[in-house]
């Protein structure tokens, strides 16, 4: 049985092969240059960004000044890469749509039943994108606010990488989980009774993002690890009630 280590480390090597890198170039130039924007973004912010909310510390605490500061550096760094990868993916989205569908057949005898032009599918990815969006933005609030709040500020970067690692988890899952029409909210369900497998497939992607200029192959391998891990285990609980009814981005 497949996991998610394996299957990342697979999805990696399927995308490097013939047939599978053109769908990978221009979502590689895509991330290479946002990486370039974030990197320097964050370097020229981050020490104004920790002064700034060191002195957000209650007097009462400043004892804890140094455990404070890491954990407020992680929690940082933490929501910029997320927030990186998160728009990286939102802009290469119709790209891997057609990349998960590359690997799909690579991997299936069975042809993939779709009858959506290349434009329809690139308009319902970009759409999809945004319900994935609407989905995330509230929840990344509710860790910032959490983030003002004394004492428990503390627990927030563990937080942001169960977060992180969930949400992750449902952006790779996502695509082959639209090509086979299965909507947004059925996804979602399904990733919760495969919670364990769920979170430790996202896991493993958000630990990986961390390594620089590594994380830009590991996105698109991400995708074909989300097709491995939806045919191991996910089909079977979703083919059964997936249909056409369920259709994309609902």
């Known amino acids: 049985m497949i996991n998610a280590a394996s299957a990342l480390g697979e999805g990696i090597r399927m995308v490097l092969r013939p047939g ?4 990978v170039y221009i979502p590689l130039v895509i991330n290479l240059l946002l990486y370039i924007a974030a990197l320097w973004w964050l370097v020229d912010s981050f020490e104004g960004w920790i002064d700034y909310w060191m002195t957000q510390v209650p007097g009462w605490l400043d004892w804890l000044s140094w455990l404070i500061w890491p954990v407020l ?20 989205s119709p790209f891997y749509g ?25 308009i319902d990815g970009i759409r999809r994108e945004l319900h994935k969006l609407g989905w995330m933005l509230p929840r990344m609030l509710v860790l910032f606010v959490l983030g003002f709040i004394p004492v428990i500020n503390l627990a927030v970067p563990l937080l942001w990488a169960l977060f992180s690692a969930w ?7 996502d695509y082959p989980m639209d090509l086979h029409q299965v909507s947004f909210t059925r996804m979602r369900a399904l990733l919760r ?22 994380n830009l192959i590991i996105m698109p391998g991400a995708v074909a690890a989300g097709v491995l891990m939806w ?5 079977a609980l979703a083919l059964p009630e997936a249909g056409p009814a369920a259709g994309s981005g609902q």
């Open 20 to 23: 599978a890198r053109r769908h």
């Open 231 to 235: 045919r191991q285990h996910y089909r």
């Open 167 to 173: 949400s992750l988890a449902i952006q790779y899952l």
């Open 193 to 214: 009774r495969r919670w364990w497998t769920t979170l430790t497939f996202g896991g493993v992607v958000a630990a990986t993002v961390w390594i620089p200029l590594l």
């Open 73 to 92: 550096a992680v929690a940082l760094a933490l929501a910029v890469i997320f927030t990186f990868t998160m728009v990286a993916n939102a802009i290469a």
């Open 98 to 122: 057609f990349l998960a569908e590359r690997i799909e057949q690579r991997l299936s005898d069975d042809a993939i039943s779709d009858e959506r032009s290349l434009w329809q599918q690139a």
